[in-house]
DNA sequence: ATACCCCCTCAAGCCACTTGAGGTTCAAGC
DNA sequence: GCTTGAACCTCAAGTGGCTTGAGGGGGTAT
């Protein structure tokens, strides 16, 4: 199958596709005498992994390590498992960064709401508030 | 105060200030006779408000939309109660998208653990797990 | 032969900084 | 006055994970 039917089959892009064969992630396509790539079913299973994995929040490198351990008849299922686990701690903490900010972001709005909306946008209580600094420390996005 | 007291009182660094100032987010600082860099407590109150916006998540862009209404008295209030419910409803969907996210990784693991943990990587429920793609469509991080 | 879509490569752009190289300024101590 | 060393300067490139754009070739249906 060409490109753009993989693309279809694992729920991604051309050039996402092109690119993870550019940095490595997935190995180089067999081409056409048109020199357009051509892929089978095995691949289509290999980038849907690949997505799941960032989809998961896997960055690239872990993706690296989890499919080479797929392969890896002497690995343990313990690697896998510590890769998923360092990701869940990861992911609870910045579940837990977000959950202030949106508890702070409220705030924000509903002080505004119940005292100063529709004035003038200089002595807006957001402002204030956010001169004051009370937003949680985090990893910016 | 030279830029790195500055820094200090903002709680941030060096080479952000000057990338403020670059991009033109903070205006550019008055110079000592060798060049150096002079700010004041005016300073410190923007830079901190504009580290306080991004702790807070708004984009570089917003954070300019945030400080030119802070100076803008023809400008009403509601403008910037609307930035925030904006912020306000793009970090509620990324929590409900980390919520899901948290779920999935959290049984991978203890589907790994209760199944097939110290097995061979190869056979590891994680895989199979990550095949059948059960990761929610999030915005990658 | 023409139209048209899909494909190709290479390069640059995005966001918000961070890092590095290589050089200058300034305050303190001798 | 000289040396040291921290703090400063500029400019360029790197980070992650793609996306977008320019400019051209391949494949197939009419």
Redesign the pocket.
């Known amino acids: 199958m060409?490109?753009?039917?993989l693309a279809d089959r694992a729920g991604t892009?051309?050039?996402?596709i092109?690119?993870y064969e550019q940095i490595g992630l997935l190995r180089p396509a067999i081409r056409?005498?048109?020199?357009?790539?051509i892929y089978d079913n095995e691949d289509v299973r290999r980038l849907r992994f690949v997505r799941a994995c960032?989809a998961f929040g896997f960055?690239?490198?872990e993706v690296r390590a989890l499919l080479s351990l797929t392969d890896d008849r002497s690995a343990s299922c313990t690697e896998a498992r510590d890769l998923a686990e360092r990701r869940l701690v990861a992911v609870r903490r910045k579940l837990a960064e977000l959950k202030a900010l949106e508890t702070s972001i409220a705030a924000l709005v509903s002080t505004c709401n119940s005292t100063c909306a529709g004035g003038v946008a200089t002595d807006c209580s957001i402002f204030e508030d956010l001169e004051r600094r009370e937003a949680p420390n985090r990893s910016?996005v």
């Open positions: 060409r490109i753009g039917i892009t051309v050039p996402t092109r690119y056409q005498s048109g020199g357009q790539r960032r960055p690239i490198d910016l």
